[in-house]
Structures are given as C-alpha cells and as structure tokens.
C-alpha cells in the first residue's frame, strides 16, 4: 500500500482517484483556501 502526501489539495479530486485504486492511502493533506478545506472535510 503506497501512503500519499498531497500538498495543495483542492476539494480531493486527486484524492479519490487514488483511493479508487484501493493500492493507496492518503497520509496526509493540505490545503491553504478555506472553503477548499471545508468542502474536503466534507467529502473525507
């Protein structure tokens, strides 16, 4: 299982396609825009 760092991380899009893969888990998330950061909470 890989782990994956996402730096600048949106609303997730990217997110999901890894964990779409099931071969990856999100370790760790960031994310500057608080709105992006809400929506984010919301969908993880």
């Known amino acids: ?3 994956i ?5 949106g609303v997730g899009g990217i997110d ?3 964990l779409e893969t099931n071969k990856c ?3 760790y998330a960031n994310e500057f825009d608080k ?4 929506t984010y ?4």
């Open 5 to 9: 760092c996402n730096l600048f991380a």
């Open 35 to 38: 709105y992006a950061v809400e």
């Open 25 to 27: 888990e999100i370790a």
């Open 41 to 44: 909470e919301k969908n993880f």
């Open 16 to 18: 999901l396609g890894f």
């Open 1 to 3: 299982m890989y782990k």
